[in-house]
């Protein structure tokens, strides 16, 4: 690893170099993005949407739609009149054309405001960008704010437990770090007997498509789950806003739980295994990262690992920090002080019982030196 690697490494609210390569030069201020949230398609994310764009519109803001995805809802259509739309671009793919935003002509348009629906959409093979979160980044770096939708089901973190719960697979999935970064986020809230109602009457999908979706992916207790996972999304965003609050207050009303990424074998499923528990307690998760001499020491493939784990941790909502140098568990013990850390997860790998007395393994060390921390040993699966 070069010394110029080292950064990677720095404590910060999250891994700038992930975004880096879509931002621009522009010396513009850079957009802002406003993002409504939901739990489930239909519970009025867009319809919110296109009212903002109105709402500005009737202000003297010049505001266009970039994209919007009405699903063939007339209320929704009937929404979009009166706001300009910016003409959509059209790709060629096995023979079938699809419609897709042009991001470059929302740019040339300049606008104040681009009303740009879902989010964390697949853009067709051939776009100049595979994914619209993307898009969007272009359009903000040219100083155009940004109101946008997206369901929880497609933030990363929540994806495999999404697909787990409903049975249905998350193919379209949203960096946690983008939605974090996002300037405001607001829930679209609706309890899932509404939402269910809303299907009946044939508001959401045709009325031939209702009754399936409400047998399989539309359930009770699917929108029950879902509903949980977006109050959590919007519970971490405002911890994360009292950021600025003292250490000793915040402690009182915000979790960290720490997860030791050190390359090793059970380290993978430490971290998910922390942003389980995170997630169930609401609670910023934090990855620590060895210094910058231990992580040269490693061998390529570890250290390989240890890189390809990281990013993992990032997709997961992690924020990043560094241990100092010296004593691993003194290091540990004042990334524990510095954050308030109520949970600690350090991947393990049991030994026999005489190594173990001889040379205890670091969780059992930590787990000595700091007694009222969780410490949470964790083994790689088999």
């Known amino acids: 690893m070069s010394a110029g690697e080292h950064d990677a490494f720095d404590v910060r609210p999250s891994p700038e170099e992930l975004l880096a390569r879509y931002r621009s030069e522009s010396?513009?201020?850079?957009?802002?993005?406003?993002?409504?949230?939901?739990?489930?398609?239909?519970?009025?994310?867009?319809?919110r949407m296109l009212e903002e764009g109105h709402r500005r519109a009737g202000r003297g803001t010049d505001v266009v739609i970039g994209f919007v995805e009405p699903h063939g809802r007339p209320l929704t259509i009937a929404l979009a009149e009166g706001l300009e739309v910016v003409p959509?671009?059209?790709?060629?793919?096995?023979?079938?054309?699809?419609?897709?935003?042009?991001t470059d002509a929302v740019i040339a348009r300049r606008p104040t405001v681009a009303l740009i629906d879902e989010l964390a959409h697949t853009n067709a093979p051939g776009s100049p960008r595979p994914k619209r979160w993307e898009d969007?980044?272009?359009?903000?770096?040219?100083?155009?704010?940004?109101?946008?939708?997206?369901?929880?089901?497609?933030?990363?973190?929540?994806?495999?437990?999404?697909?787990t719960i409903t049975g249905a697979p998350v193919n379209e999935r949203l960096p946690d770090d983008v939605l974090l970064r996002a300037d405001e986020i607001e829930l679209v809230d609706m309890s899932p007997h509404a939402l269910r109602q809303r299907l009946r009457h044939g508001n959401v999908y045709p009325p031939g498509s209702a009754g399936v979706a409400l047998d399989r992916f539309f359930t009770e207790a699917n929108l029950t789950a879902l509903r949980e996972l977006a109050l959590r999304v919007v519970a971490q965003r405002v911890e994360g806003q009292l950021e600025d609050?003292?250490?000793?207050?915040?402690?009182?009303?915000?979790?960290?739980?720490?997860?030791l990424v050190d390359g090793s074998p059970a380290c993978g499923h430490a971290v998910r295994r922390a942003a389980a528990v995170a997630g169930s307690l609401h609670a910023?998760?934090?990855?620590?990262?060895?210094p910058p001499e231990q992580v040269d020491a490693l061998p390529f493939d570890r250290e390989r690992d240890l890189r390809e784990v990281l990013e993992?941790?990032?997709?997961?909502?992690?924020?990043?920090?560094?241990?100092?140098?010296?004593?691993?568990?003194?290091?540990?013990?004042?990334a524990v002080a510095a954050t308030g850390a109520s949970h600690l997860f350090v991947p393990h790998a049991p030994g026999r019982r005489l190594e173990r007395l001889a040379h205890p393994p670091l969780g059992?060390?930590?787990?000595?030196?700091l007694p009222d921390l969780d410490v949470h040993l964790v083994v790689a699966r088999g």
Request: no cysteine; charged share 25%; aromatic share 2%.
């Open 364 to 369: 059992e060390r930590v787990a000595e030196r």
């Open 245 to 259: 609050v003292n250490q000793a207050s915040l402690r009182l009303v915000a979790e960290r739980v720490l997860v």
């Open 136 to 163: 969007v980044e272009a359009i903000r770096d040219a100083g155009i704010h940004v109101v946008s939708t997206m369901n929880v089901q497609h933030l990363e973190s929540s994806a495999d437990a999404v697909a």
């Open 88 to 102: 959509r671009r059209s790709v060629e793919y096995r023979g079938v054309t699809v419609e897709e935003m042009d």
């Open 312 to 334: 993992v941790a990032v997709d997961l909502g992690a924020k990043t920090a560094r241990l100092a140098p010296g004593d691993p568990v003194e290091a540990i013990a004042d």
């Open 284 to 290: 910023t998760l934090v990855a620590l990262v060895p």
């Open 27 to 47: 010396s513009s201020p850079r957009g802002r993005l406003r993002l409504y949230l939901g739990m489930a398609p239909g519970v009025g994310k867009t319809y």
